[in-house]
Nanobody, 127 residues
């Protein structure tokens, strides 16, 4: 079992920044990567970013590329999502997720490929 705990959400004005953290515990050694997803009001859950534990390879959704960065601290089993130049449309509940075992990068953006999810953290961007 893998437990994921997000933190760092909150209320910020447009143009501001937030950093989300996701601390993983349990059988994390078997997960090849971590992903961040978000669910905006009235919409389905969507991919935001993902990172490989081994080599730090990253992927981003087009809507956040250039504004968000993702990083990891292997020693702490923690992944970070740095969100800059936030927009009101970034308002959502943000979730981190981990697969069981290996997941090749073409599949990183597919929520159905992830087996473990955090409880989510609310990010609200005011205009």
């Amino acid at each position: 079992q893998v437990q994921l705990l997000e933190s760092g959400g909150g209320l910020v004005q447009a143009g501001g920044s937030l950093r989300l953290s996701c601390a993983a515990s349990g059988r994390t050694f078997s997960s090849s990567n971590m992903g961040w997803f978000r669910q905006r009001p009235g919409r389905e859950r969507e991919f935001v970013a993902a990172i490989s534990w081994s080599d730090g390879d990253t992927r981003f959704a087009g809507s956040v590329k250039g504004r968000f960065t993702i990083s990891r601290d292997n020693a702490k089993n923690t992944v970070y999502l740095q969100m800059n130049s936030l927009k009101p449309e970034d308002t959502a509940v943000y979730y981190c997720a981990a697969p069981t075992g290996g997941l090749s990068s073409p599949w990183w953006s597919f929520a159905a490929r992830y087996d473990y999810w955090g409880q989510g953290t609310q990010v609200t961007v005011s205009s």
